[in-house]
């Protein structure tokens, strides 16, 4: 598990930078026995407030759906995508639609 977090960390952060590797902690937090419940509020406000300030969303989302990945973090990949297509669909470049 770790080795696969470390080559998905250097992955996610050619495309974002160091805030790819703060939603997938923030993901971790999330489903963490071990995490408070204001340390998983903090986290979930970081992957809500991820999917309005991320530049790439259609980029991260594919990335964090690939199968390589844990099952949690895949699902906020689809989340990313999800969220592109409802709420920035009409606004977003004919590239970023064929990405």
Same mark, same amino acid.
Not at 75 to 91: I, M, T
């Given at each position: &598990?770790?080795? /696969?977090?470390?080559? &998905? !960390?250097?992955?996610?952060? #050619?495309? %974002?930078?160091?805030?790819? %590797? ?5 993901? *971790?937090?999330? +489903? /963490?026995?071990?995490? !408070?419940?204001?340390?998983? *509020?903090?986290?979930? *406000? ?8 991320? *530049?790439? #969303?259609?980029?991260?989302? #594919? ?6 990945? !844990?099952?949690?973090?895949? +699902?906020?990949?689809? %989340? #990313?995508?999800? +969220? ?6 009409? $606004?977003? /470049?004919?590239? $970023?639609? %064929?990405?």
């Amino acid at each position: &598990f770790f080795i /696969s977090f470390i080559k &998905f !960390s250097l992955i996610t952060f #050619l495309f %974002q930078g160091m805030s790819t %590797q703060a939603i997938v902690e923030a993901i *971790n937090t999330i +489903h /963490s026995p071990k995490a !408070s419940t204001s340390e998983r *509020n903090a986290a979930y *406000n970081t992957c809500e407030s991820y999917k309005t300030s991320c *530049n790439n #969303l259609p980029l991260i989302g #594919l990335e964090l759906a690939k199968p390589t990945n !844990s099952v949690v973090i895949r +699902h906020f990949g689809y %989340q #990313l995508l999800d +969220h592109f297509v409802k709420f920035k669909w009409v $606004e977003a /470049s004919d590239g $970023e639609k %064929q990405e």
